[in-house]
């Protein structure tokens, strides 16, 4: 089964919400106490997830606000050089700075983020910077879960949304849940649950759907059939070394197993999976396919010290789907 867009658009994808600065530690095994050097990278999960599209050979656009500084200036000039269109990306004139995350890798099972978010650039996207002629050039637009934590930039994709809704445009929301970024778990499942009855195509972890549903241990038939009530026509709800599942509409359920790799880091996962699934999606492939491209995509991004500098090209994405597949055809 194959899912359906609009074919006559200039862009296959357009991401709006955060962009920002990854510093990963470059030294293993250690806290980031006795960490002394890190990595740059950009950073933000709608940036990764553009960046990844970018590199598989989707045409892809951002609409976002950096800072009027050399992070922010850094951050467009990497999504420029990878082929995303930053036409849409505003700079910050009030002072806003870039948020920074420094990572730390005590092990491949023990990682963890620190992050500055205090009075970020992003977050401050004003809904007149929304731009309706850009968002319709879109086959799909892209939305992230932790712009929504704070105003403006809550309302300006709550706008975005209701212009894709308007002129026919898919929607995809990223979950992308952030617990230090908002005030409230009540919070956060009013805003959550907002998007997600707007949204087409929604990706997340179980962990991301029961902070949208404000509950523990939710299941997902429960999950899917709330959602198939409202917008929504595929979802995915992804369960870490157990597999990933696709729930279609027409009552169809996909799934794909866990890739096997040397894992380095366990940051990275979410953001390489949504852009090779949305890439093969986009690209024609059928839902199970697209699933086993997402999997794909992210053991080979936790295997590798960034996030998204570590995004892979289709061949090597293929060659992983192929190998295992091979390894696992009976004799």
């Known amino acids: 089964m194959k899912y359906e867009f609009n074919s006559d658009k200039e862009f296959d994808l357009i991401a709006i919400g955060r962009a920002c600065i990854d510093l990963n530690a470059v030294e293993y095994n250690r806290p980031m106490e006795q960490t002394m050097t890190f990595s740059k990278y950009v950073g933000g999960s709608p940036a990764n997830i553009a960046i990844g599209s970018s590199k598989l050979g989707l045409k892809a656009g951002f609409i976002g606000k950096i800072a009027d500084d050399q992070h922010g200036r850094f951050i467009k000039s990497y999504m420029q050089g990878v082929g995303i269109d930053v036409s849409n990306i505003v700079t910050d004139k009030d002072g806003h700075k870039t948020g920074l995350a420094f990572t730390e890798i005590k092990s491949p099972d023990e990682c963890s983020i620190l992050m500055y978010r205090d009075d970020v650039a992003d977050l401050y996207l004003e809904p007149s910077e929304v731009n309706e002629e850009y968002i319709k050039k879109a086959k799909l637009l892209l939305v992230s879960g932790t712009a929504l934590a704070a105003s403006p930039s809550r309302?300006?994709?709550?706008k975005a949304v209701q212009l894709a809704k308007k002129n026919g445009i898919k929607v995809a929301f990223e979950l992308d849940y952030r617990p230090y970024t908002w005030k409230s778990p009540e919070e956060t499942a009013v805003y959550y649950s907002l998007i997600a009855s707007q949204a087409e195509i929604i990706?997340?972890?179980?962990?991301?759907?029961?902070?949208?549903e404000n509950r523990r241990d939710g299941r997902n038939q429960e999950t899917v059939q709330n959602l198939f009530g409202q917008s929504a026509e595929l979802i995915v709800i992804k369960h870490g070394v157990d597999g990933s599942y696709a729930y279609v509409k027409s009552g169809d359920v996909f799934r794909a197993q866990a890739y096997k790799t040397n894992v380095l880091k366990t940051f990275g996962a979410g953001d390489s999976y949504a852009s090779a699934f949305l890439y093969a999606l986009i690209s024609g492939k059928k839902i199970g396919e697209a699933l086993k491209y997402g999997s794909a995509s992210a053991s080979i991004v936790v295997s590798k010290?960034?996030?998204?500098?570590?995004?892979?090209?289709?061949?090597?994405?293929?060659e992983l789907?192929?190998?295992?597949?091979?390894?696992?055809a009976p004799r």
């Open 155 to 158: 309302e300006a994709v709550i």
């Open 203 to 212: 990706i997340g972890t179980r962990d991301e759907y029961d902070a949208m």
């Open 305 to 318: 010290h960034s996030s998204s500098e570590a995004m892979p090209q289709v061949e090597e994405i293929e």
């Open 321 to 328: 789907i192929a190998k295992n597949e091979k390894i696992e």
